[in-house]
């Protein structure tokens, strides 16, 4: 059972000295796991403390009265003017005041009374509509009921469910989708579609895909040059404005990936079997056709297609076919690799940022428990199907900015900022402080200086450390109507083209760009194009979170099982209370508390990224490698607590490090 929560859910009470002047703003809130909340305001956001809260939840739209105290801004909630959610998930628990609802995200710092519900059983996950704020204690009743706390599925479904999204598809949503089998389409509308059916089309993925937003097509041309297909699954011939359908797609806006399963955006009639662009089927499909002589684009061509691809490869498959004469495609995949490498090349040179994606996720069997760790490499398969997907995408946006306009409200892009200059600067002095340079100039840092940063680093165990400070340091990318271009891929325009069955603002894209091909005008409201891109920008970080928790959740579970053992990491964080290690294997971070470490007393030094200690000065710092005892799996919290393997073996003083 998860430790109680601290009263005082809705005390507006403020401690602090009161201010003579301050200003009331309308904004929304947001609110850490520690409870620290933080209005967000363009000039600087202002810190609200705990008993400043007034009830107010991460989201929530507050009224608020901001004062500075020294240097810094502070905020005390006033009102709360519109409550982002009223529905929650968490553990049903029995207190001295009856059944509650405990929530399992953190940043609700209350619990739930639970009303007309005298049956709530006990220790099991729950979702709870609220009914009334205006209690002390905020009162609710019990939606439906998920199951044994504790269990696998259970808590599966709790993460899924508390971030907004749903395993199951409304029953008139899934009527509809089986209805579109009886006529998926005719020979009338084939004759519409350019006919790829002949041309060689294959698709690689994942091993356990089962949609396939896209295929590629390969035609030698016989002046020498070659015609690349990019074939996206027709999702919009299915999926129409005003339909059930098309509602439930966008208030999911995005499929969630999480540790065990895959919660789609459509059902899985059209996601795993009309739409997906499944091997020796006819599929329709909506393409982005380059003719390219030496690995440059001479022509592009858009338009619906019916294709039918002959070959699922995996990219383990593809990979080998790369390299080896007597696999499948081997001379065709190597032909597309080379134009690749040229597109990647190019976006190097205008200042893209190559991160790369590799991951390392849980192995799971059929009961949900973990059996071990994966690394997905980024291999030359990878890029290959990222630089033509990059390609369509970008071709698209430019093809519709041409014909709307640079300055159009009514496409939807991706597009991502300059970095926060403040953001850069930070980002430079952590990297000064570990032993690396980034260069600066008056704009920021140049993609080139990042990229050689990321190269310089490679293989070192500071690496991923490196790259997760670099990403954290630069803007979010979003989609919405309004075009600045794409700081990180170094485009003056793209938008999302290329995976219409798990992300709807591609849906938008297409029935724009279709609009346009059948030389009608665009006549989409500019606001609600906004509101949409903003809706999916939203869903897309819920979705984030949902799949970071699913796998938070399993790395905890796997250390369980490891209580006392001696394991190798690196120093991710340091804080004024711990310092953070990241577990090689897992990647999972733990916490060693300052006051765990017998050799010296540590202290936190800001400036260094380091614990110091006061005595021998020896300096446990980000990037340091480390040996660790794993001391406490948290499986509620979801948290782990590591205990350093004598500190003096493992690090180095700061004399060393200068």
């Not at 790829?196 to 295929?215: G, H, M, N, V």
């Not at 939807?412 to 403040?422: G, K, L, Q, S």
């Not at 120093?571 to 470490?597: C, F, H, K, P, Q």
Request: aromatic share 8%.
């Amino acid at each position: 059972m998860k430790k109680d929560r601290n009263s005082g859910a809705h005390s507006t009470k403020n401690d602090a000295e009161p201010a003579k002047k301050g200003a009331r703003i309308k904004t929304v809130i947001d609110i850490t796991r520690g409870g620290k909340g933080f209005l967000l305001d363009p000039t600087g956001d202002a810190v609200v403390y705990r008993e400043s809260l007034g009830g107010a939840l991460s989201g929530d739209v507050v009224e608020a009265l901001v004062t500075m105290r020294g240097k810094v801004k502070v905020g005390r909630v006033l009102k709360i003017v519109e409550r982002k959610t009223s529905s929650f998930v968490g553990e049903i628990v029995r207190t001295p005041q009856g059944m509650m609802l405990r929530p399992d995200d953190g940043r609700v710092y209350f619990d739930f009374k639970i009303t007309g519900s005298s049956g709530a059983p006990e220790g099991h996950k729950a979702v709870l509509e609220v009914v009334d704020w205006n209690t002390p204690t905020p009162e609710g009743n019990i939606k439906s009921i998920i199951g044994r706390a504790g269990e696998h599925e259970t808590e599966i479904r709790a993460i899924i469910l508390s971030k907004g999204f749903d395993g199951d598809f409304p029953a008139d949503v899934l009527k509809e989708a089986g209805e579109l089998y009886k006529d998926a389409w005719n020979e009338e509308e084939i004759k519409t579609r350019r006919d790829f059916r002949d041309t060689l089309t294959f698709t690689i993925d994942p091993d356990t895909a089962k949609d396939f937003d896209d295929a590629i097509s390969y035609k030698a041309l016989e002046d020498g040059s070659i015609e690349v297909g990019i074939h996206i699954a027709d999702v919009t011939h299915f999926v129409r404005p005003g339909t059930s359908l098309d509602r439930e797609a966008y208030k999911r806006a995005t499929s969630v990936y999480m540790v065990d399963r895959t919660v789609p955006m459509l059902p899985p009639q059209l996601s795993e079997d009309l739409c997906s662009l499944k091997p020796d089927v006819d599929r329709l499909a909506f393409s982005a056709v380059f003719t390219v002589k030496n690995n440059q684009v001479k022509e592009r061509w858009f338009g619906r297609t019916i294709i039918r691809s002959q070959k699922r490869f995996t990219y383990d498959d593809a990979d080998v076919s790369l390299k080896d004469a007597t696999a499948p495609l081997h001379s065709e995949i190597n032909v597309l690799w080379k134009f690749a490498e040229t597109l990647k090349r190019e976006r190097r040179e205008k200042g893209a940022i190559m991160f790369g994606s590799e991951e390392i996720k849980p192995v799971l069997d059929e009961s949900g428990k973990v059996t071990g760790f994966k690394k997905t490499l980024y291999t030359e398969s990878h890029q290959l199907i990222e630089e033509l997907m990059l390609l369509a995408n970008r071709e698209v946006a430019t093809f519709v900015s041409e014909k709307l306009g640079k300055k159009n409200r009514v496409f939807v892009y991706r597009i991502h900022d300059v970095p926060n200059a403040e953001k850069l600067d930070e980002l430079a002095v952590f990297l000064r402080a570990i032993g690396h340079q980034l260069t600066l100039n008056k704009k920021g840092a140049v993609g080139q200086d990042i990229n050689k940063l990321l190269k310089e680093i490679e293989g070192e165990p500071e690496e991923r450390l490196i790259k997760t400070a670099t990403i954290r340091s630069m803007a979010k990318a979003v989609y919405t109507t309004k075009n600045i271009g794409h700081y990180g891929l170094a485009f003056e325009n793209y938008a999302h083209f290329t995976s219409p069955i798990r992300r709807y603002p591609d849906t938008m894209v297409h029935r724009t760009l279709a609009t346009i091909l059948s030389g009608n005008k665009v006549t989409d409201d500019p606001e609600e194009q906004e509101r949409r891109a903003i809706h999916a920008s939203e869903r897309e970080v819920a979705a984030a979170e949902a799949e970071r928790t699913s796998v938070k959740m399993k790395q905890v579970e796997y250390f369980a099982n490891f209580i006392g053992a001696e394991r190798d990491g690196v120093v991710s964080g340091v804080t004024e209370w711990g310092i953070y290690v990241s577990d090689n294997e897992t990647s999972a971070d733990g916490m060693v508390r300052l006051t765990s470490l017998t050799d010296d007393t540590y202290e936190f030094d800001k400036k260094k990224y380091a614990a110091v200690g006061a005595r021998t000065k020896r300096m446990i710092r980000l990037g340091d490698p480390v040996r660790f005892i794993v001391e406490r799996a948290d499986l509620d919290n979801r948290t782990l607590d590591f205990k350093l393997v004598q500190p003096e073996n493992t690090v180095r003083s700061a004399k060393d490090k200068s």
